[in-house]
């Protein structure tokens, strides 16, 4: 079973950067795409980028600009850099790989918190 490990949160002004991490264990992990998710009180979790194993990203429009997503696969790491941080970020963030449609997921991490404020 995979275990996945999000690091890198914090409490941040808006117009501030973090740098999120994620590890996961086990040795697939570099032929499977990995996305960045996040989930505000209230809200669903959602999507918000994600890189495929040949590094082709994508994002939600609410953070094309902001956000860059990368990995390194020695390390089994994902990276999330959040640039030009606004309070509708404010969420707590997690990695995960989707697989499959409908997809299926690992076991979700514990998350890291990130608050942006005004």
């Known amino acids: 079973q995979v275990q996945l490990v999000e690091s890198g949160g914090g409490l941040v002004q808006a117009g501030g950067s973090l740098r999120l991490s994620c590890v996961a264990s086990g040795s697939i992990f570099r032929i499977n795409t990995m996305g960045w998710y996040r989930q505000a009180p209230g809200k669903q979790r959602e999507l918000v980028a994600a890189?495929?194993?040949?590094?082709?990203?994508n994002y939600a429009d609410s953070v094309k600009g902001r956000f860059t997503i990368s990995r390194d696969n020695a390390k089994n790491t994902v990276y999330l850099q959040m640039n030009s941080l606004k309070p509708e970020d404010t969420a707590v963030y997690y990695c995960n790989s989707p697989t499959g449609r409908p997809p299926s997921y690992w076991s979700w991490g514990q998350g890291t918190q990130v608050t942006v404020s005004s």
């Open positions: 890189i495929t194993s040949g590094g082709s990203t």
